[in-house]
Each structure stands twice: as structure tokens, then as C-alpha cells.
């Protein structure tokens, strides 16, 4: 009995760090992300990365012997195909879009709104309880997304557009929280990076070679976006999205999303000191109220 206890409370250490780390990388991977998005195009970056993305996630798996099976794949069709299209084809390049538009130091921060869907999503569809905290709570919440969006101007610009397609693709990240769980545990987190990462780039390749076909000739500016979608790949499409869905097998889902408002304390300070991508005061001040609803959040989640 103790030892099993021991092994359960080192698995959730485990867990809570392979929590953050992916916050801290996802961050830092948005800086990347942006640059090349704006050299490559948004169809180009996301069949490429996610391509990439396959090829690492079944090497790893083959190292392990841990390759996904057509039968496992026939077994979980359905989640594959929900997890394919909101996580991936959808939304995944509904917010890469938007990176033509808004600042990677606003989506760093926008993104952190992702637990408190999360936590409508298990509202709507798992019958959990949201208490009066829990609802106050998302009002400042929202309240912060507001001023680090609009930075005390109501003019809509470009850049508010680029914060609607963000929030408007949140939605749909958060509902895949649900399949990307139970596809964690049911078919692993190499099968579940994998197999749709997979099918997107398949999909995505043959357009984005008719629509933008610039991207993949040898030009400075192409080079320079192929330099940082290779760093972004490794930030975010494999040490994050691994070790999130490891985190997914030992947590529920709205305490593996709500520790990913740890990494933006790190990554935003990067963007304005190397990008120029800074924030002017409300903007701040709405970052602030995002980032400390999110650890108040999970505070109060911890208490119950």
C-alpha cells in the first residue's frame, strides 16, 4: 500500500512538471511561430510543422517500439477524426492565421483564457459545477483578455481582429481537451500526436504548395521563416504537445491546461527585449489580471 501510494505521488510530480515545461516551450514557441508565419504563410507553416511533427512522433515511437497499429487506429477512429478536425484542421490553423494580424506576445497571454473554456466545455458535457468564485473569477478574467486586446481603445484595428480569430479558435481547442484525453489514455500519446498530425500535413501540403509555392523557394525571406519554423517545431509540436498529453494520463483536464499560465511570465519578457513586441500599460495591467485569475483559479480547484 505505501509503495503503491509512493509511485502514485511520483507520477503526479512527474506530471506537474511535464505541465510545465510544455507552458514554458508553447511560449517561447509563439515568438518563432510568428516570424515564420509571417516569411512562409499560414497553409505552408502547418502542413510543414505538422509533417515534422509525424515523422519525430513515430520515430520516437518506433525507438520504443511503440508504433500506432491500424487496428488501434480503426479502434479510436472517431476520436482521431474529432481531434483532427477541431485541434488540427480547424482551429490549430484558424490561430496560426491570426499571427498575421496579432502580436505573439498577445497570443501568449490571449491563449491563457484556455482553462476557463476548458472548464465550460466540462460544465456543458460532463455536468461539472462552476461555483460563484469559479464565475467571478472568468469576468476579470475576461475583463484582462478585453484591455491586453484593445489596450484601453475601443477602434477596432487589424490586431483585434487577429484577437477575435484567437479566442473564437480557443473555443474549439478547449472542446478537444475531452477526445484528447480519452484518446491519451486509450491509444497513448504517440498515436495521439501522431496519427493527426499525420493526416493534416497530408492534407494541407497540396494546398499550400498551389497557394504559395513562393515559400518553398530558396529566398531570404523563406530561409529565415523555415530557420524559425524549425525552432518552433521543437518548442511546441514535440516537447510541448508530448508531454502534454502525458500530463493528460495523471491530471484532469482543466489542471494540465490552467498550469500553462506559467510560461507567458518568461516568453513575454523575450519578445519585447529581442521582437519588439511589446505591451503598452493596460495592455500589462491585462496580462496581469489574466495571469493571476488563472493561478487564482487553480488555487481554488486545488481547495476542492
Request: glycine share 6%.
Amino acid at each position: 500500500m505505501a509503495s503503491t501510494q509512493s509511485n502514485t505521488a511520483s507520477e503526479r510530480r512527474y506530471a506537474i512538471v511535464a505541465s510545465i515545461i510544455p507552458t514554458v516551450a508553447s511560449s517561447l514557441s509563439w515568438i518563432s511561430c510568428h516570424q515564420s508565419v509571417q516569411a512562409l504563410g499560414t497553409l505552408t507553416y502547418a502542413a510543414v510543422t505538422s509533417l515534422v511533427t509525424a515523422i519525430i512522433s513515430l520515430s520516437i515511437g518506433w525507438s520504443k517500439s511503440n508504433i500506432p497499429s491500424i487496428d488501434l487506429v480503426r479502434k479510436n477512429w472517431r476520436t482521431f477524426l474529432t481531434l483532427l478536425l477541431t485541434r488540427h484542421l480547424v482551429c490549430g490553423v484558424a490561430l496560426f492565421h491570426a499571427l498575421n494580424f496579432t502580436s505573439a506576445s498577445k497570443i501568449m497571454f490571449l491563449t491563457k483564457m484556455e482553462p476557463y473554456i476548458v472548464l465550460l466545455w466540462s460544465w456543458l458535457f460532463q455536468g461539472q459545477t462552476i461555483s460563484r468564485r469559479s464565475l467571478g473569477l472568468l469576468s476579470l478574467h475576461i475583463v484582462g483578455a478585453i484591455l491586453l486586446s484593445t489596450g484601453g481603445s475601443l477602434h477596432l484595428t487589424v490586431e483585434t481582429y487577429g484577437d477575435l480569430i484567437v479566442l473564437l479558435s480557443l473555443v474549439g481547442l478547449a472542446g478537444s481537451y475531452l477526445p484528447a484525453q480519452k484518446l491519451a489514455r486509450e491509444a497513448g500519446s504517440i498515436a495521439a500526436v501522431a496519427v493527426p498530425s499525420l493526416i493534416e500535413g497530408i492534407v494541407l501540403l497540396p494546398i499550400a504548395l498551389f497557394v504559395a509555392p513562393e515559400s518553398f523557394s530558396l529566398t531570404p525571406v523563406s530561409m529565415r521563416g523555415w530557420y524559425y519554423l524549425v525552432i518552433s517545431v521543437l518548442l511546441f509540436n514535440i516537447i510541448a504537445q508530448l508531454l502534454w498529453f502525458y500530463s493528460l494520463r495523471h491530471f484532469e483536464a482543466w489542471l494540465s491546461s490552467a498550469l500553462r499560465c506559467l510560461g507567458p511570465v518568461l516568453a513575454a519578457p523575450i519578445a519585447w527585449l529581442f521582437y519588439d513586441q511589446g505591451l503598452n500599460a493596460l495592455q500589462v495591467v491585462g496580462a496581469s489580471t489574466v495571469i493571476a485569475t488563472s493561478f487564482l483559479m487553480l488555487r481554488e480547484k486545488r481547495a476542492h
